[in-house]
């Protein structure tokens, strides 16, 4: 009987563009009622994008629009807010 590996599905960060493993990066989905939220199951409908659980990647998502084009949608600034807020309690780190 062989061990067979099992696949680790990879994904990207929109903000440092290095590969990980999906379960170490912060999904965000865009829902149907327009807003954008974390998706820790990684399993919510909607079109999503991959951010590493860090503070700095956070920052730079939220600059440039980097999240909006990920997403191809508008972020309303009370949304965005929530969103940096949690991005602000993240460690820095590289």
Known sequence: MSMRNK????RTCIAC???KDKKDLIRLVCTNSGTVEMDLS????GRGA??????NCWEEGF???HLEHA????????????LV???D??????
């Open 42 to 45: 990684g399993k919510k409908p």
């Open 7 to 10: 696949h680790i599905p990879q």
């Open 71 to 82: 997403l191809r949608t508008k972020i309303r600034a009370e949304n965005r807010q929530v």
């Open 89 to 94: 309690s993240l460690s820095g780190g590289s």
């Open 17 to 19: 563009r290095q590969k």
């Open 85 to 87: 807020n949690y991005g």
């Open 50 to 55: 991959y951010l590493c659980a860090r503070k």
């Open 63 to 65: 600059r440039g629009n």
